[in-house]
Structure formats: C-alpha cells, structure tokens
C-alpha cells in the first residue's frame, strides 16, 4: 500500500488567506518531499526535509515533520491564485530509492 | 536545460491493444522512473532504472508491463495487451542522484492513456 495520506483532499481558500496541507505516513523514512502539479502538466518539486529535521521554509513554504506521529504538514503563508494546484507529499523509506505518494490535496485559491 | 519530454501526451486505444510511451530523462540524469496515476488515486510507483539496469521493478503491475531504457539513455514502457484498468496517467520521471540520498525528482507532463 502507498505511504503518503493527505489531508484535506480538497481546500478552498481566499487570496492572501494561509493554507495548510497534512500528510501522514506508516514506515520509518528517510526523508519526505513535497510537490506541486498543475493541472495537466508534470509535478514539480517544492522542498523536501530530512528525518532528522523538524522544520524547513522555502519563501512563503513551510513545512514541519514529526517523526513520532509520522506526520508532515506544508504551510503556504499569504496564497496567491498562482497557487491553485495538487500538492502532494512523498515518503522516501529507509534502504529503498523510490518516492511513495499520497492521493494530493487539491488547492483552490480564489481571488 | 531540457526538462523531461514524454510521448505521446495523450494516447486511446482500445481494449487489446499495444501502446508504447516513451520518457526523455535531463541529459545526464542516470536515475529514470515511472509513475501512474489512476482515476485521481495516488501516484503509484512502477519501477526504477539505474542507467540500462533495472533497479528496482516491483511497482509493475503484472507482465503485460514492459520498461526498457536502451543504453541508459531514453525509457519505453509498453503495455500488451491493454486493459480498461490500464487507463491512467503515465509519469516518467528523473533525477541526479537518488531519492534516499535527498535527490528531488523532475517530473515529465505525464501521457494520459485511456483504453476503451
């Protein structure tokens, strides 16, 4: 089964508004990334955080990882309608090479 | 630099046919995956190439499956014969380095196939 859950599976926010996406995992991990997909183009990754990291900002993304609750959450501070799109967290487990996606959040950002 | 290019960008066929989708990787990117995406699911892993040799190919769903990456440089994957379940978004992906080591992948624009 994959590894990465989002939640919430749809948001709808207003410009300048915060939103917060969760994602929980079930193994150990060797790090955790997220991306952003725009409708009908490729994923693209955003920022990724070790295991042993608690907290990582990339502009107006931050993200948190908590390792005993196996759980990430992405924050996006003042969101703009550029940022309407599917974000999705991806586990990397310990000893394997491969990315384990959840089913996304869908993010609307209205104007 | 050029990004990831996948082929076709959208492709029907019917139940029972062959379709092969093709994956560019960046110039010097030795990892190549593929990804699928069913029907808004998650994002399921297919397998790994290292180079030519596959690294890691437990994601193929069964032997209808075919991956082959030629000299290490661009990736096929076919599938014979099709299946209505088979429809999807196919993402081919690449990256540097490795994904347990902190490499991020980039991602082509994915071929959607619909089988009917």
């Known amino acids: 089964s994959q590894q990465g859950e989002e939640d919430p599976q749809a948001l709808s926010i207003q410009e300048g508004e915060n939103a917060t996406m969760n994602c929980s995992y079930k193994?150990?991990?060797?790090?955790l990334q997220w991306y952003r997909q725009n409708s009908g183009r490729g994923l693209v990754h955003l920022i990724l955080i070790r295991s042993n990291e608690r907290e990582k900002h990339s502009g107006r993304l931050r993200v948190t990882l908590d390792t005993s609750k196996k759980s990430s959450s992405l924050l996006i501070t003042a969101s703009r309608a550029a940022d309407t799109a599917s974000y999705f967290c991806a586990a990397v487990s310990g000893g394997y090479n491969k990315l384990i996606f959840g089913a996304g959040t869908r993010l609307a950002v209205h104007p | 630099e050029a990004g990831v290019t996948q082929f076709p960008s959208h492709s029907v066929i019917e139940k029972g046919q062959t379709v092969t989708l093709r994956c560019d990787p960046i110039?010097?990117?030795?990892?190549l995956y593929w990804y699928r995406r069913v029907m808004g699911k998650e994002i399921k892993f297919l397998l790994h190439f290292v180079k030519e040799s596959k690294q890691d190919e437990s994601g193929m769903p069964n032997n209808r499956f075919l991956a082959e990456r030629t000299g290490g440089t661009y990736s096929t994957l076919k599938v014979q014969p099709a299946e209505l379940e088979d429809s999807g978004v196919y993402f081919c992906?690449?990256?540097?380095?490795?994904?347990?080591?902190?490499?991020?992948?980039?991602f082509g624009n994915g071929t959607r196939l619909t089988v009917t």
């Open positions: 193994t150990s991990i060797n790090n």
């Open positions: 110039s010097g990117h030795d990892n």
């Open positions: 992906a690449s990256s540097q380095g490795i994904s347990g080591a902190g490499s991020p992948l980039h």
